[in-house]
């Protein structure tokens, strides 16, 4: 039963470039959370998609950063023209529908590390 | 505006000892408490949640206690090991949204002496 797939695990980029960030829900999982974590601090929330809708982007910066969860495939998270403060690791997190007391449980990924120079 | 304070920044602890970290919480609509364990260079690992409708949780050697008139929780893990060594988040939640979006504390970084 594979967890929740990242990749890549680490990506260097330019100040200036594109990264592209991919996450693979565990299997059955139909929720998909992104959070970012900056070095020595919590995570917090960017955004919460389900296949093919946001429902709830309220964690994202409003310009540069965007996600998809496409019907097929896996989940997006996209930076365009990275500069250097978007160096962080961002996770992904997974979780199965809510279902009363049920489906609480987020399960997260092993994350990407993004360095931007 | 930091919804969840956890405390202390670091710990530690000798083998065998008791390991405590304390959240604190202000939205009252919160509904779900979960631990998460994270270790260098890896994702969170969830360790155990508890719903405000019980004031404790116990799974093996980890315990949460939970206040809800305090707006308050705890992880209390017995018998610390070296391999407890990690930092552990608590988090929060509001399940009526219908999605479960966590708001993290800050951390505390657990060292246990062999």
């Known amino acids: 039963n594979a967890g929740v797939m990242q990749n890549p695990r680490h990506l260097v980029r330019r100040r200036g470039q594109e990264a592209r960030l991919r996450c693979s829900p565990m299997?059955?999982?139909?929720?998909v959370y992104w959070y970012r974590q900056l070095p020595e601090e919590g995570l917090k929330f960017m955004v919460y998609l389900q296949k093919e809708n946001i429902i709830d982007e309220s964690g994202m910066p409003k310009e540069r950063f965007s996600a998809e969860f496409p019907k097929e495939g896996p989940s997006i998270l996209r930076i365009q023209q990275v500069v250097r403060g978007d160096s962080a690791a961002y996770f992904c997190?997974?979780?199965?529908?809510?279902?009363?007391?049920?489906?609480?449980?987020?399960?997260f990924g092993p994350g990407t590390r993004l360095t931007v120079t | 505006q930091q919804q969840v304070k956890q405390s202390p920044q670091s710990l530690i602890v000798q083998k065998g000892g008791i390991s405590i970290i304390n959240c604190a919480y202000e939205n009252t609509a919160f509904d779900y408490f979960p631990w998460y364990q994270q270790f260098p260079g890896k994702g969170p690992a969830l360790l155990i949640a508890i719903r405000p409708d019980v004031s404790e949780k116990k799974e093996g050697r980890f315990t949460i206690s939970f206040n809800k008139s305090a707006k308050q929780f705890s992880l209390h893990i017995m018998d610390s090991q070296p391999g407890d060594s990690a930092t552990y988040f608590c988090?929060?939640?509001?399940?009526?949204?219908?999605?479960?979006?966590?708001?993290f504390g800050t951390g505390t970084r657990l060292l246990v002496s062999p």
């Open positions: 988090a929060a939640s509001k399940g009526n949204t219908g999605f479960q979006k966590l708001v």
């Open positions: 997190a997974s979780s199965p529908i809510l279902t009363g007391t049920s489906g609480y449980e987020q399960y």
């Open positions: 299997k059955g999982h139909s929720h």
